[in-house]
């Protein structure tokens, strides 16, 4: 069975910080992996999905990684912000229509 | 990107009651809708899988008696509690599958059991 894991479980930073939140996964064989951001009492916003043909995926100030055979994955935040407070859920999906597994969650706080 | 609606967006019932959650894809058609709950602090469970015209599979541990899933069409799955209980307070999340690559979220349910 799937099991996804992120370290830390929280992470406090000043504003303007490069970050990395760090997801782990047991079994190697994914269809994808997605990054999520979810504000507090609210659902979710997807941030990157990465394919597991794909090394890594860019938007903005986020970049993730994915090394697909040691069943890991990076979410790399440069230059934080407060607005960037928030947890980061990490998933990764088998293939097909098969659904999310989920990691806990990093809770990150970004000090002004 | 494809929307997926919930409604209610949050809901208080007495202990006993039942309430259902409907969870709604507006702009695509989706086979495959599945239900997740989520506790204070904690990450999304899988509670069961959804599959237009066919029942419902559910994880292990999860009541399908007290979760009643319907999902009669491409764009409309329900989630049913029954008898609801304070136990039952959670926050839950449906989301639709538009294909192989990706699963769109809904806004999520909050319930309140009193």
């Known amino acids: 069975k799937q099991e996804v894991t992120q370290i830390p479980a929280a992470l406090s930073v000043p504003e303007g910080e490069n970050l990395v939140l760090n997801c782990s996964f047991t079994d190697s064989a994914i269809y994808n992996l997605q990054w999520f951001r979810q504000d507090p009492g609210k659902g979710l916003t997807s941030l990157l999905l990465?394919?597991?043909?794909?090394r890594e995926q860019t938007s903005g100030r986020l970049n993730a990684s994915l090394d697909k055979s040691s069943g890991r994955s990076t979410l790399y935040i440069a230059a934080s912000q407060p607005g960037d407070s928030a947890t980061y859920l990490c998933a990764v999906r088998r293939g097909g229509n098969t659904p999310l597994v989920f990691g806990k969650g990093t809770r990150l706080s970004v000090i002004a | 990107g494809a929307v997926v609606s919930q409604h209610p967006s949050w809901v208080i019932c007495k202990s006993g009651t039942s309430v259902k959650i409907e969870c709604r894809s507006l702009d695509f058609q989706a086979t495959t809708m599945f239900w997740y709950r989520q506790f204070p602090k904690q990450s999304l469970m899988l509670m069961a899988t959804s599959n237009e015209g066919s029942k419902a599979t559910y994880e292990q541990g999860v009541e399908k008696d007290k979760f009643l899933i319907n999902h009669a069409s491409l764009t409309l799955s329900t989630l049913t509690v029954t008898s609801a209980h304070p136990e039952d307070s959670s926050f839950y999340i449906c989301s639709a599958s538009g294909g192989p690559n990706e699963q769109f979220f809904g806004p999520g349910t909050r319930l309140t059991v009193l």
């Open positions: 990465i394919q597991s043909s794909q």
